[in-house]
């Protein structure tokens, strides 16, 4: 026998119904669709600088195009208010239509756009207003997404229908790695750099139409339909959510003690890892993302693993236990995939000790939020070249206006010296440190068990806090509260770890050093999220 109760609300027991089913699908569908339409233009990156940014150098080209990634990170808080006050004011279903149809339309589009050689300087522009479009639609979609499963969620089910929508952005990377690597096999490099690139953003076009055409037959969130008729919803949402110190106040512990310490974990354990494996430990781009699939494929069952046990035992546990073994292990694993992907390279860092001997006051903190600042002193320039070629070095001070040396055993380069850039690569391989990592020395089944490690951890972040947000803020603003922290803590905290992690390492000396920064974001997410965030999982959501 079923006994029905009102959406997230009451309890019911019995299985899920068919129309959840397909509120689950549709949603989580939509969303997928979404996340690989943002993966495919970072993936792509180097295809995109080529085409888009030609009248530079290929250096600058590359910057230029990051940074356009990096602007679809910047918007996404915007995109947050703009369409999380749209869903409070005009409803759920609709909203997110919008935000994916924008989406998919940014992308699509971004497949048909002609180059430089074509356009002129219209071909970069365009491109950067199609992802400004993206990362505003994005912003707006996940809040949508997760309100809108939660409301339909039993009281009792919420963590586990709302974990598939967390599957999403996994799925959605997944599936971008998995098509780009599959037409590059089919069609080769050369076809591929020259137009295959573009045909995973034309593919956008078919996935938009199939998740329009579904998402259609859906109804309304039935909390918000209750709301709407009985006059109970918010005519100024944004006013309500963040300028009421009593909702205010959620919101920001909600991205201190919960979505920041989340951001970090996952992009540690995700594209870090990606970055780590190929930037610092030097494996070919193609097999570490092959380690990363796999590893992506065995993890990602787990969000659902965890979204289910959060409605067992709580959403708070599970997350704060995903941030105290994060901060905890975070350097052995990486230390360990270095064991296992590059024992050449551990080997040279143990035996072939570098240092660097500068004037203090040359030696910057080299963040690049943007990607195009230039540190240019003798000592800055020694040290991101040596954080580029994986390499650990100790610092030692000199007398003002010395110029910068690096001392590597019994050799010692001049920073500014001309033949510098060609010296110190040569230098570095004579004393043992390789300059790529050796196919036949990757332990594969390690380097992929400590992988999908990280990959766990995301999911125990990653895999209740759908729910938790959901829950935090009342109905009549649930959208516009839950979406702007979410995408603060994603889309800067996450966002910039790359950059953060980079001027870390160069600063210090350490390769494994930048890893300070997710493990110190983890645990003040641990410590504020364990002595004022409230558990939520028994809530009746249907409050105003």
């Given at each position: 026998?079923?006994?029905?109760?009102?959406?997230?609300?009451?309890?019911?027991?019995?299985?899920?119904?068919?129309?959840?089913?397909?509120?689950?699908?549709?949603?989580?569908?939509?969303?997928?669709?979404?996340?690989?339409?943002?993966?495919?233009?970072?993936?792509?990156?180097?295809?995109?600088?080529?085409?888009?940014?030609?009248?530079?150098?290929?250096?600058?080209?590359?910057?230029?195009?990051?940074?356009?990634?990096?602007?679809?990170?910047?918007?996404?808080?915007?995109?947050?208010?703009?369409?999380?006050?749209?869903?409070?004011?005009?409803?759920?279903?609709?909203?997110?239509?919008?935000?994916?149809?924008?989406?998919?339309?940014?992308?699509?589009?971004?497949?048909?756009?002609?180059?430089?050689?074509?356009?002129?300087?219209?071909?970069?522009?365009?491109?950067?207003?199609?992802?400004?479009?993206?990362?505003?639609?994005?912003?707006?979609?996940?809040?949508?997404?997760?309100?809108?499963?939660?409301?339909?969620?039993?009281?009792?089910?919420?963590?586990?229908?709302?974990?598939?929508?967390?599957?999403?952005a996994t799925l959605g990377l997944f599936l971008a790695l998995l098509l780009i690597l599959g037409i590059r096999n089919v069609q080769g490099e050369e076809v591929f750099g020259d137009w295959g690139w573009r045909i995973p953003f034309l593919l956008s076009g078919i996935l938009l139409?199939?998740?329009?055409?579904?998402?259609?037959?859906?109804?309304?969130?039935?909390?918000?339909?209750?709301?709407?008729?009985?006059?109970?919803?918010?005519?100024?949402?944004?006013?309500?959510?963040?300028?009421?110190?009593?909702?205010?106040?959620?919101?920001?512990?909600?991205?201190?003690?919960?979505?920041?310490?989340?951001?970090?974990?996952?992009?540690?354990?995700?594209?870090?890892?990606?970055?780590?494996?190929?930037?610092t430990l030097k494996v070919p781009g193609a097999t570490a993302q092959i380690l990363i699939v796999i590893a992506l494929a065995l993890g990602t069952p787990f969000f659902v693993v965890f979204g289910l046990l959060s409605d067992k035992i709580g959403r708070k546990p599970i997350i704060?236990?995903?941030?105290?073994?994060?901060?905890?292990?975070?350097?052995?694993?990486?230390?360990?995939?270095?064991?296992?992907?590059?024992?050449?390279l551990e080997a040279a860092l143990a035996n072939s000790p570098v240092t660097v001997i500068a004037d203090p006051a040359e030696c910057s903190f080299q963040f690049k939020a943007t990607g195009t600042e230039k540190f240019t002193t003798g000592c800055d320039i020694a040290t991101s070249?040596?954080?580029?070629?994986?390499?650990?070095?100790?610092?030692?001070?000199?007398?003002?206006?010395?110029?910068?040396?690096?001392?590597?055993?019994?050799?010692?380069?001049?920073?500014?010296?001309?033949?510098?850039?060609?010296?110190?690569?040569?230098?570095?391989?004579?004393?043992?440190?390789?300059?790529?990592?050796?196919?036949?020395?990757?332990?594969?089944?390690?380097?992929?068990?400590?992988?999908?490690?990280?990959?766990?951890?995301?999911?125990?972040?990653?895999?209740?806090?759908?729910?938790?947000?959901?829950?935090?803020?009342?109905?009549?603003?649930?959208?516009?509260?839950?979406?702007?922290?979410?995408?603060?803590?994603?889309?800067?905290?996450?966002?910039?770890?790359?950059?953060?992690?980079?001027?870390?390492?160069?600063?210090?000396?350490?390769?494994?050093?930048?890893?300070?920064?997710?493990?110190?974001?983890?645990?003040?997410?641990?410590?504020?999220?364990?002595?004022?965030?409230?558990?939520?999982?028994?809530?009746?959501?249907?409050?105003?």
């Open positions: 026998m079923t006994i029905a109760a009102t959406a997230g609300g009451g309890i019911r027991t019995g299985g899920m119904t068919a129309e959840e089913r397909k509120v689950i699908f549709a949603s989580s569908l939509g969303t997928v669709f979404e996340w690989y339409d943002f993966y495919i233009y970072g993936t792509l990156g180097p295809f995109l600088a080529k085409y888009f940014f030609s009248n530079v150098p290929p250096n600058v080209a590359f910057i230029f195009t990051l940074l356009a990634f990096a602007a679809g990170f910047a918007v996404r808080p915007f995109g947050a208010l703009i369409f999380g006050r749209l869903g409070d004011l005009i409803g759920r279903k609709y909203t997110f239509l919008i935000t994916m149809t924008l989406m998919g339309v940014g992308t699509f589009f971004i497949g048909l756009l002609p180059g430089y050689a074509s356009w002129g300087l219209a071909a970069p522009i365009v491109l950067i207003a199609l992802r400004l479009v993206q990362g505003l639609a994005l912003g707006g979609e996940y809040g949508g997404a997760a309100t809108y499963v939660a409301e339909h969620a039993p009281r009792d089910r919420r963590g586990y229908y709302t974990s598939w929508i967390q599957t999403t139409l199939i998740s329009i055409w579904i998402r259609l037959s859906l109804n309304e969130s039935p909390v918000f339909q209750r709301m709407k008729e009985e006059g109970r919803t918010s005519k100024r949402p944004l006013t309500e959510a963040f300028g009421e110190w009593q909702h205010a106040k959620i919101a920001i512990l909600a991205l201190l003690g919960a979505t920041a310490g989340e951001a970090v974990v996952w992009y540690g354990g995700q594209f870090y890892a990606l970055f780590f494996l190929t930037q704060l236990a995903g941030f105290l073994l994060a901060a905890l292990t975070y350097f052995p694993i990486f230390k360990a995939i270095t064991h296992y992907a590059n024992p050449k070249a040596l954080v580029n070629l994986s390499v650990n070095y100790t610092t030692q001070s000199a007398p003002a206006g010395t110029p910068a040396q690096v001392k590597i055993g019994d050799t010692t380069l001049t920073a500014t010296s001309a033949d510098f850039a060609k010296a110190l690569p040569a230098a570095i391989k004579a004393h043992g440190y390789p300059p790529s990592a050796d196919l036949n020395d990757i332990n594969y089944v390690m380097t992929t068990v400590l992988l999908w490690i990280l990959v766990v951890y995301v999911t125990l972040v990653y895999a209740p806090i759908a729910a938790w947000l959901v829950e935090l803020f009342p109905s009549r603003i649930r959208y516009s509260g839950m979406s702007l922290p979410y995408h603060i803590g994603n889309g800067w905290f996450g966002g910039f770890l790359p950059a953060t992690v980079f001027a870390i390492v160069a600063w210090t000396g350490n390769i494994y050093s930048g890893l300070w920064y997710p493990v110190a974001i983890a645990l003040m997410s641990l410590v504020i999220g364990l002595l004022f965030l409230p558990e939520t999982k028994d809530v009746d959501i249907t409050k105003t």
